[in-house]
């Protein structure tokens, strides 16, 4: 059994929702729940917020936190978070922001810098990861550590 469909008959056992935001990963977290038969029982959508107006209008992400800390950043993936869970009604919901290069890297944010963000009932948690490879490996990297931390959360919290 995959870590995705570990995750869909975890969060159906629990009458669970799950929403997305992704930036950095372009929809291939949602793409990799939905390709899990009866994901739709427990997926209510997605939104790939790949431009920071998109962040701020439909994730309610401050543009404050953008221009004080950046896009790729802790601040934007917990609001992202939260702001799909609460757009969405979803009960838990799962946000990536990075930087998958081949450029753009800085020191302070190298290529394959990528923070997931995880919200649900029990709080938001950020994760900050840094994966090497191309710009495909650091997107297929991001999107299965985001399916791998939803579950840790869920685990966690010993959701009941």
């Known amino acids: 059994m995959t870590e995705a469909e570990r995750l869909i008959s975890r969060l159906a056992e629990l009458g669970m929702t799950l929403s997305s935001a992704e930036s950095c990963t372009g929809g291939a977290i949602a793409s990799e729940i939905v390709s899990v038969s009866g994901a739709s029982r427990v997926f209510l959508g997605g939104v790939v ?3 920071p107006r998109v962040k701020s209008s439909l994730l309610g992400v401050s543009p404050e936190s953008i221009s004080r800390l950046g896009v790729v950043s802790d601040e934007v993936a917990s609001e992202m978070a939260e702001g799909a869970r609460q757009a969405l009604g979803s009960d838990l919901a799962v946000s990536t922001t990075g930087l998958a290069g081949p450029l753009g890297g800085t020191p302070e944010i190298p290529v394959g810098r990528v923070f997931i963000g995880v919200s649900g009932k029990w709080g938001t948690r950020v ?7 191309n710009r495909d490996e650091i997107r297929r990297a991001a999107t299965q550590a985001a399916i791998s931390h939803l579950l840790h ?4 919290h010993q959701a009941n």
Request: net charge negative; proline share 0%.
């Open 49 to 51: 917020a790949y431009d």
């Open 153 to 156: 959360y869920l685990q966690d």
């Open 127 to 133: 994760y900050r990861e840094t994966f090497s490879g």
